[in-house]
């Protein structure tokens, strides 16, 4: 059963950094896109940043330009998320999400539906 495991959660106060982690299993993972999507409460889930299989090109929400990066380790089916510069409004619950290589395009790379596999999330508080 294909399988994203979130990790790397946490309170933290702005200004503040941590590092997400979410490991693939049983998925082919250099056959795929991968993206960090988050939540906060009472809104919808919202792009954050997606990476190509290749690693080579990368996107990012204007809101976290500058402070996220994403990366990704395809010989352990890992991606990762390098949040520096916390805002409180960085608070939400933070998931992972696959999407197949063979549809991605650069559309595509930043829209939700387009993922078709998820984490259970993580949770990400920063206080101010």
């Known amino acids: 059963q294909v399988q994203l495991v979130e990790s790397g959660g946490g309170l933290v106060q702005a200004g503040g950094s941590l590092r997400l982690s979410c490991v693939a299993s049983?998925?082919?993972?250099?056959?795929?896109?991968m993206g960090w999507f988050r939540q906060a409460p009472g809104k919808e889930r919202e792009f954050v940043a997606s990476i190509t299989w290749s690693g080579v090109t990368k996107y990012y929400a204007d809101s976290v330009k500058g402070r996220f990066t994403i990366s990704r380790d395809n010989a352990n089916n890992m991606v990762f998320l390098q949040m520096n510069s916390l805002k409180p409004e960085d608070t939400a619950i933070y998931y992972c999400?696959?999407?197949?290589?063979?549809?991605?395009?650069?559309?595509?790379?930043?829209?939700?539906?387009?993922?078709?596999?998820w984490g259970q999330g993580t949770q990400v508080t920063v206080s101010s």
């Open positions: 049983e998925l082919t993972f250099s056959n795929y896109g």
């Open positions: 999400g696959a999407q197949n290589a063979r549809y991605w395009t650069s559309l595509s790379a930043i829209r939700r539906s387009s993922f078709t596999v």
